[in-house]
């Protein structure tokens, strides 16, 4: 792990220590790359090229890894968001085997165990948003179920990480802003996790106040700081979400996300604020510790600049001063709540969210959320 302004310079030389022949994973947006590109191939590397410009799909998946065979790739590198970073988690660990992406995904398919270790994988993130960098699993759309899986291993955590805030700046501000609720909400949910630990409790209790202080900067103009401070707390949900899960607000984002096609980032921070009073109240109600929900209430209260009586319930408020788009663009009428709750309900993430949300409380999440 490389953190830190400047960290950018050691990607070349990283990157050669793992292998010549690079296959690059990348988006569109980041000029550096294309001079890296230039330093890779200057110094005897063979480099080819993938572009992603959205969350990987099991055919982009499976594209990638045609192309990455006919080069003979020894060495993946992402340089880009969580969507490219989890691209190349996944064709990194899947070039050394057979079969198809189906084979080895949860859920949709038959979650194969990877065969061979996975090839030397560098990720270097150019946005604050999903941790990619430091969990094991990439997070796939499947579009004929409409669902959004993993394929996950303990192997494919990047052999490195090179996190340099510099390559998020000057980023798109709808990029920021949907890309930073993602990640506050990354530090939000662990800390409230059934499985929160005195790990993720140190790393949360940090990244939650100064999250919501550099997402309100970056609402309103460019700021250096703020967009160091993201990084660190886009980092620190990455670990956070790994040793203690997320909870509701992704459980329901991943089954949205495969079957409206929404922002991920979007559709979390628009439901961050009517899970977190659903969790609240269910625990109050049974005498649970709500402790916790307190304290980030206090702490968003205090970024946004806002009454910690009422900052939960104004976050939709919030977000429209920060046009951040609603969820109705996405959800009608005719969208089946219901079963869109029922298969929530069963998600990976919901299993860590500190209290059980019957599919009528999600709908209920969700309809508060629109």
Not at 155 to 181: E, H, K, N, Y
Not at 261 to 270: D, F, K, V, Y
Not at 313 to 333: A, C, Y
Request: aromatic residues 2%; charged residues 20%; contains cysteine.
């Amino acid at each position: 792990m490389e953190f830190g302004r400047g960290a950018a310079e050691l990607v070349c030389a990283e990157t050669l220590a793992q292998g010549r022949s690079v296959l690059l994973i990348r988006g569109r947006s980041v000029a550096w790359v294309d001079q890296l590109v230039q330093d890779l191939m200057a110094n005897g590397a063979e480099v080819t090229t993938v572009v992603c410009c959205e969350e990987p799909s099991v055919g982009m998946v499976e594209d990638a890894l045609q192309i990455g065979r006919a080069a003979d790739a020894d060495a993946v590198l992402s340089v880009g968001g969580g969507s490219v970073i989890d691209l190349g988690k996944a064709v990194a660990a899947l070039l050394p085997c057979g079969g198809t992406v189906m084979d080895y995904l949860e859920g949709v398919g038959a979650a194969k165990p990877l065969g061979l270790n996975p090839l030397p994988f560098i990720a270097v993130p150019t946005t604050s948003g999903t941790g990619a960098e430091v969990t094991r699993n990439a997070v796939i759309l499947v579009p004929e179920e409409g669902r959004k899986v993993s394929l996950r291993d303990n192997r494919m955590l990047p052999d490195l990480a090179i996190v340099d805030p510099a390559l998020t700046d000057r980023a798109p501000r709808d990029q920021t802003l949907a890309s930073g609720l993602d990640a506050l909400t990354q530090v939000i949910e662990p800390y409230v996790s059934h499985r929160a630990n005195p790990l993720t409790d140190a790393l949360c209790r940090a990244a939650i106040p100064l999250g919501a202080r550099a997402l309100a900067k970056l609402s309103r103009q460019e700021d250096q700081s703020a967009r160091d401070d993201m990084a660190f707390v886009s980092l620190a949900g990455g670990l956070a979400l790994a040793n203690a899960g997320l909870g509701a607000v992704h459980g329901l984002a991943g089954v949205l996300g495969g079957r409206v096609g929404a922002p991920h980032g979007l559709i979390c921070g628009r439901l961050l604020g009517p899970v977190l009073a659903a969790n609240a109240a269910t625990m109050e109600g049974s005498g649970a510790d709500v402790s916790r929900f307190k304290e980030i209430t206090q702490w968003l209260a205090e970024g946004f600049g806002q009454s910690a009586e009422t900052v939960i319930e104004h976050l939709p408020v919030t977000l429209d001063e920060w046009r951040v788009p609603r969820l109705s663009q996405w959800l009608t009428d005719q969208t089946d709540l219901g079963a869109i709750a029922k298969e929530a309900a069963g998600a990976s993430s919901m299993r860590a969210n500190p209290c059980v949300l019957p599919p009528s409380a999600l709908v209920d999440v969700m309809r508060d959320a629109l």
